[in-house]
């Protein structure tokens, strides 16, 4: 496992938080055009927006965010397998990341298509879930700052790399 200089770990932790913040951004964007929908606001000019926006920066964005997350457990002394607060940002981070590329992208696409012709219950698609990633996202955040709970118990060693007490050895 390589580590990265004082200088890599500050540039990369600036990039983590580049990326994590213009995902957030990007998230209330949608959460924003989505109450404009609710709200009457012209669906053809809101939904192929949400829809651009979607393709080609929150899709991006949250691609690049768990690709520079897991770089950074990686290459720096946190690690991915060491502390809870980094397992539990790197499930939540997983679990959004695969669920904006299979399910919110073509969702919100589709909305874009249907815009003359959206229900109310069309119109939350574009309310419900970036309420709820941006809730994730600041709680994401919050584990990055207070980063609680300690570190996850150490794996037992192999039992060929046990030692053996000296009057046990055959």
């Given at each position: 496992m390589s580590r990265l200089s004082p200088t890599g770990r500050k540039a990369l932790l600036t990039l983590h938080l580049v990326t994590s913040l213009g995902w957030l951004g990007a998230d209330l964007v949608l959460l924003t055009l989505g109450v404009a929908g609710l709200r009457g606001a012209d669906p053809e000019s809101v939904y192929p927006t949400a829809g651009l926006l979607v393709t080609y920066l929150f899709a991006p964005l949250s691609?690049?965010?768990?690709?520079?997350?897991?770089?950074?457990?990686?290459?720096?002394?946190?690690?991915?397998?060491?502390?809870?607060?980094?397992?539990?940002?790197?499930?939540?981070?997983?679990?959004?990341?695969?669920?904006?590329?299979?399910?919110?992208?073509?969702?919100?696409?589709?909305?874009?298509?249907?815009?003359?012709?959206?229900?109310?219950?069309?119109?939350?698609?574009?309310?419900?879930?970036?309420?709820?990633?941006?809730t994730l996202l600041i709680i994401a955040t919050v584990l990055s700052t207070y980063k609680p709970w300690g570190r996850l118990r150490r794996a037992t060693a192999p039992a060929s790399r046990r030692a053996v007490p000296a009057g046990r050895r055959a």
């Amino acid at each position: 496992m390589s580590r990265l200089s004082p200088t890599g770990r500050k540039a990369l932790l600036t990039l983590h938080l580049v990326t994590s913040l213009g995902w957030l951004g990007a998230d209330l964007v949608l959460l924003t055009l989505g109450v404009a929908g609710l709200r009457g606001a012209d669906p053809e000019s809101v939904y192929p927006t949400a829809g651009l926006l979607v393709t080609y920066l929150f899709a991006p964005l949250s691609v690049a965010v768990w690709l520079v997350g897991v770089a950074s457990a990686l290459l720096t002394p946190w690690g991915l397998l060491r502390w809870r607060w980094v397992l539990v940002k790197f499930a939540i981070t997983t679990v959004m990341l695969g669920l904006v590329l299979l399910l919110l992208t073509p969702t919100v696409r589709r909305l874009g298509d249907l815009a003359p012709d959206l229900t109310a219950r069309d119109r939350l698609d574009l309310v419900i879930p970036p309420a709820v990633s941006s809730t994730l996202l600041i709680i994401a955040t919050v584990l990055s700052t207070y980063k609680p709970w300690g570190r996850l118990r150490r794996a037992t060693a192999p039992a060929s790399r046990r030692a053996v007490p000296a009057g046990r050895r055959a």
